[in-house]
């Protein structure tokens, strides 16, 4: 275990963990002693050793139970963020493992009965989905009732190259392998090469496509089509005149309790209520004073606290021109930091697919959301999301008579640049697709921007802080940036060039 804990350290540690648990596993194969050897079979048969754990089952009764021992695998025990990296860094280094020890791991990461984290799910059924054939061309070289000894035979058999060496030879080609020249030649290869290349082959096109592939539409949370009872339509008229007739914060507080008890008395669908009511037409020192005092504690994330925001804050902000007003943005900064998830899918994704792009006053009220009310891990996961999510990661909540403003796809501006380099000085480490999708919308909007110094400014902060990242796209990068012409672009061309 003791020689394993410097490649744990840097999964735990590095912003780059599938690249320098790479080096640092071929230096160690090359220094691996006899005592202590270094494996893929052997990291493996690591993270797969069982352990004995304590669980503590939380529920609602007034009783708690009592801790229990339950057997897990060793990779279980380890943080979230360990495990979603290993899970990643045994795609990126797959060719070096077992496929079926990979498979077993990952499916057994997956058939647990504890609750998965999302990165560790998702990483899980990646590697899952790398592993899969990529057409059934194989079946012809297996016999159905001994397809998994196959696959080990094939892995752990000698290369072809040798094989036909030794077959030619009749003294042992490598004198210095402990094996005798009957063993060596009695190995026989499974398949051919031609289902891996074909597959390896694949990978790459889709790879390649899913870079290339802009943002999805994504799936917007809305209110049912709900009838209401008349009574309700005429109180919320009311309360849509008293809105705009602002007098005093506390008149707007009792307004801000009647509008709670509206919404959520009686199983109503408080959705369709906020829309009947058009709160975001309240002056802001009014919307201020709604936002403070529309809470429920009771409620979830993305129940209640997202359909506030969307209602009084995100139609405001989805027309801002000039910069928000002070009242307005600290009330703001207040509500997100008490429902963080609430801010990110009631106004961060809504705001970044503004259908015009964002603007500065819009990237400043985003700026300060990230920065106050959100962790750097969270930034990160909203801008794997945003940028790579599949369709069902990437919703976002509204009304409906807002969504013509929002597009499905990133309207790419200078603002949008802006905020990824705040991001990127924000110390948030983007993930490895994060940057592949970056990368792909500078070469395609290079030209657009040639003369831009703030797009000049988020390619040099871009290359400075993910340089590790950016070495497979040199060259192309140094190619798309010679097209600019700004303060910073010999800057930016120097760093490319020591990368």
Known sequence: MESWVPLFKIFLNSPTPETEASQWLQQSFNASSTTTPITTSSFLSLLSKPSDAIVIDDDDSSSPKPPRAKRVMFIETLPTTVQSRIL??????????????????????????????????????????????????????????????????????????????????????????????????????????????????????DGKEEANEVVEEMEIDCPANVPLDPGIHEKATCLKARILNFESSLKTVGLADEIHQLCLDKGRDSFVVLGLIEPWLADDETASVLISHLVNESEEELGWPSQVLCSVILPKLLLLEVPASRVLVAAIMEYCKLHPKAAVYAL?????????????????????????????????????????????????????????????????????????????????????????????????????????????????????????????????????VENTSTLVTKSVLSKLSSL
């Open 88 to 205: 990643s860094f045994l795609a990126y280094e797959r060719q070096r493992f077992c496929k079926r020890d990979l498979s077993r791991l990952a499916q057994n990461v997956l058939s647990g009965n504890q609750e998965l984290d999302f990165w560790v799910k998702k990483a899980a059924r990646n590697l899952l989905d790398l592993l899969s054939e990529s057409n059934y061309k194989w079946i012809s070289c297996l016999s159905l009732d001994s397809g998994e000894e196959g696959v080990d035979e094939e892995f752990e058999s000698i290369p072809g190259w040798l094989k036909e060496a030794a077959v030619d030879a009749n003294d042992v080609i490598l004198p210095w392998l402990p094996i005798l020249p009957d063993e060596f030649c009695s190995v026989t290869p499974f398949g051919s090469c031609e289902v891996s290349v074909d597959s390896s082959k694949q990978d790459g096109e």
């Open 348 to 480: 961060l994704f809504p705001l970044i697919l503004r259908r015009e792009g964002i603007n500065n006053p819009i990237c400043d009220v985003i700026t300060r959301i990230i920065r106050e009310c959100l962790h750097p891990a969270h930034v990160s996961a909203f801008c794997q999301k945003l940028l790579c999510g599949e369709k069902d990661e990437r919703r976002l909540i509204c009304l409906p008579c807002h969504q013509r403003l929002i597009s499905g796809e990133l309207v790419w501006t200078e603002s949008l640049f802006n905020l990824f380099q705040i991001i990127l000085n924000h110390n948030v480490h983007l993930t490895q697709d994060s940057v592949d999708h970056i990368v792909y919308q500078v070469q395609q909007l290079t030209e657009n921007f040639s003369k831009s110094l703030k797009f000049g400014h988020f390619l040099l902060c871009l290359v400075t802080k993910c340089s590790l990242l950016l070495k497979p796209y040199k060259l192309s990068l140094i190619e798309a």
